[in-house]
């Protein structure tokens, strides 16, 4: 399960909105919500935030109550029209409930040097698909970190648009 948000700041070039964007800036959140059955029928419920596409924070829960599953979701709660009786809302009740019986057994936010060491496995994989599907090859001595590779994109999609 997780929890998607999306502001998007639109600059306007020289102050005048032409409706062509020469700055756009994303901002996305993203929460995921993972839970795992373990061995003695106690639960693990891990909750996860990423902003800009970047791990932000972890926190693992142990719980002794089974969470709802997604399975739980009926067509009535999806198509109502009242937030407060909707499948994401019964669902977050439900596990908010659970978090807060239950006992927080990890917490961690993530600093750059922890995110630049998962760089290799994670993001490179994620660019080297990015590359076959479009037909683009990047030059890959180029960059070595997320931050670095941000800024090679960056130049690069500038000199395209020239």
């Given at each position: 399960?997780?929890?998607?948000?999306?502001?998007?700041?639109?600059?306007?070039?020289?102050?005048?909105?032409?409706?062509?964007?020469?700055?756009?800036?994303?901002?996305?959140?993203?929460?995921?919500?993972?839970?795992?059955?373990?061995?003695?029928?106690?639960?693990?419920?891990?909750?996860?935030?990423?902003?800009?596409?970047?791990?932000?924070?972890?926190?693992?829960?142990?719980?002794?109550?089974?969470?709802?599953?997604?399975?739980?979701?009926?067509?009535?709660?999806?198509?109502?029209?009242?937030?407060?009786?909707?499948?994401?809302?019964?669902?977050?009740k439900h596990f908010t409930n659970i978090i807060s019986k239950g006992v927080k057994t990890k917490g961690h936010i993530f600093t750059e040097k922890e995110l630049n060491l998962k760089f290799p496995f994670v993001d490179l994989i994620a660019?080297?698909?990015?590359?076959?599907?479009?037909?683009?090859?990047?030059?890959?001595?180029?960059?070595?970190?997320?931050?670095?590779?941000?800024?090679?994109?960056?130049?690069?999609?500038?000199?395209?648009?020239?």
């Amino acid at each position: 399960m997780f929890v998607h948000s999306k502001v998007n700041n639109k600059r306007e070039h020289n102050g005048c909105d032409n409706n062509i964007s020469k700055d756009y800036k994303m901002d996305e959140s993203r929460i995921i919500i993972d839970w795992k059955e373990q061995g003695d029928g106690s639960y693990d419920i891990e909750v996860t935030g990423y902003r800009n596409f970047k791990q932000y924070f972890s926190e693992v829960f142990y719980s002794i109550e089974k969470p709802l599953s997604v399975l739980s979701v009926s067509d009535s709660s999806i198509s109502g029209e009242v937030a407060c009786n909707s499948a994401t809302s019964t669902l977050l009740k439900h596990f908010t409930n659970i978090i807060s019986k239950g006992v927080k057994t990890k917490g961690h936010i993530f600093t750059e040097k922890e995110l630049n060491l998962k760089f290799p496995f994670v993001d490179l994989i994620a660019i080297e698909r990015f590359e076959e599907i479009t037909g683009i090859k990047f030059d890959n001595s180029k960059f070595n970190n997320r931050r670095a590779f941000q800024e090679y994109f960056a130049k690069w999609l500038d000199s395209q648009r020239q």
